[in-house]
């Protein structure tokens, strides 16, 4: 592990890293880069987390890394017992593709309800979003694009009016392995999936004020799967792992179908 230099502000009892974390508590801090070495397997799953040796290695005193573990184990990336200690759980990338797919689903139905009935101040502040995308198309910083994408998301979802959706979206993102994932520039690599991303999140916000709800949900899901694909691409290169592409696509046609006879008053068939 490469060594971090941390500081103490005035009045602090545990140190702040210097220049290398976004200011959030310590624990946080240390969550988001042992979740970041499990998510990208340089920690194997069965593998112990000691808190002596991890507290030695970050610098720090046991309390901030009993903390950080128990932040991982809510991100369902550590089992914790309290007899054996903590170990890293397996994470297939099946289960990343799950928690995309679960994402999608829930967004899909943020901006169908957005186009239906727009709300001004949201669409606004989309507007703004993709002001800001198309301004990040021509900057090499996939990660900043990535937190751009996530906000117009966000944004999406609190549009939809509906209080229950953006609890289950802020829930995944906070109790799931969904933020530590994006810790490393996992797509948006280059300007022309940029560019492409940027339009659909513009065709979104068109279809929405021009209150379309099917045109808005066929450009956002596209925009949403292709983040998924190309995402698990670059997990799947970083861990060594392959992943079944065509496996996912399958489901997604399946639930597309379902939803479309649903909609249409057809029976459902029965697997």
Known sequence: MAATTYRRAAGDDEAAPVGRFSLRTLPDQIAEELGADIVSGRRKAGERLVELDLARDFGVSRGPIREAIRILERRRLVELNPRRGAYVKPLSLKSVADLFNVRTALSMLAVRTMATSPIESFVDTLARRVDELNAGVEIDDPLSFARTTTRAVRTIARGSGNELLVELLADLANQTVWTTIWKSPLDYQTRKIRRQSADLMASTLRAIRQRRPNAAETHYRELLEGD?????????????????????????????AERSARSSGRPVAQP
């Not at 694909?229 to 639930?255: C, K, N, V």
């Open 228 to 256: 998924r694909d190309r995402a698990l691409a670059t997990l799947s290169r970083m861990r060594g792992e392959a992943i079944d592409f065509s496996g996912i696509a399958a489901a997604e046609s399946a639930g597309i």
